[in-house]
């Protein structure tokens, strides 16, 4: 079953987050990956039937970096569904469900060398 509720959601880091689902497997991907797969309207656009009327296209919306865009300011679980972030620049529409949160994880999952690169680089700063 994919449309599990995780067991946990953390941030082990500012600038990562992980889960852990029921059967065991975790996932650790950038903050940013959560707010770049935000899947509100605003964020992946309006889509239109293609011409065959089959396929969909989607127009995306303006991607525009604001200050705060990968903060993250709350995490609100929603019943049952999945989660609903609050971003430093006030954005707020994305309700993530649970399938999504774990396809974007298992997508932008890190490997351990990675999130040890990354500790690296924000350690200089
Ligand atoms: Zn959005």
């Not at 605003?42 to 705060?68: A, H, Q, W, Y």
Request: aromatic share 10%.
């Amino acid at each position: 079953m994919n449309n599990q509720k995780p067991k946990k959601i953390y941030r082990p880091k500012p600038y990562l987050i992980s889960v852990e689902f029921e059967d065991g497997s975790k996932f650790t991907i950038k903050l940013q990956s959560l707010r770049d797969n935000c899947p509100c309207a605003e964020c992946i656009g309006e889509e239109f039937p293609s011409i065959d009327g089959k396929k969909r296209i989607t127009v995306p919306g303006l991607n525009t970096m604001k200050p705060g865009k990968y903060e993250l300011k709350e995490l609100n679980v929603v019943g049952n569904y999945g989660i609903q972030p609050v971003w430093g620049d006030g954005h707020d529409s994305g309700l993530y469900l649970w399938e999504q949160i774990r396809e974007i994880f298992e997508k932008n999952n890190l490997i351990e060398e990675e999130i040890q690169k990354l500790e690296n680089k924000y350690n200089k700063n």
